[in-house]
């Protein structure tokens, strides 16, 4: 059973740093890429940053320079390292782990609260 956990979200105020781990566990199938994903209330659900197996990243424009998405291949780990963190920022952050033939499973999210 594919399971996938965020942590690491919390309260911080602008300006400061937080960084979010994924762990991806009972994966069977080559992962394609992973990414965090976020939903502020009232908005739809945006792309942050992915990164693929092969290394290549993207990055939402308004993180570009603030956030660094990285992974552990062999701990099919992901992380989002935040610095200078806005208070538009603030959301329920959320990892997704794409493989081949559509494959697709996401974490129950991890709430990042910036205060101005």
């Known amino acids: 059973q594919v399971q996938v956990v965020e942590s690491g979200g919390g309260l911080v105020q602008a300006g400061g740093s937080l960084r979010l781990s994924c762990a991806a566990s009972?994966?069977?199938?080559?992962?394609?890429?992973m990414g965090w994903y976020r939903q502020a209330p009232g908005k739809q659900r945006e792309l942050v940053a992915a990164i693929t197996s092969g290394g290549s990243t993207n990055y939402i424009d308004s993180v570009k320079g603030r956030f660094t998405i990285s992974r552990d291949n062999g701990k099919n780990t992901l992380y989002l390292e935040m610095n200078s963190l806005k208070p538009e920022d603030t959301a329920v952050y959320y990892c997704?782990?794409?493989?081949?033939?559509?494959?697709?499973?996401w974490g129950q999210g991890t709430q990042v609260t910036v205060s101005s």
């Open positions: 009972g994966i069977i199938f080559k992962i394609k890429s």
């Open positions: 997704d782990v794409k493989g081949n033939w559509g494959l697709d499973y």
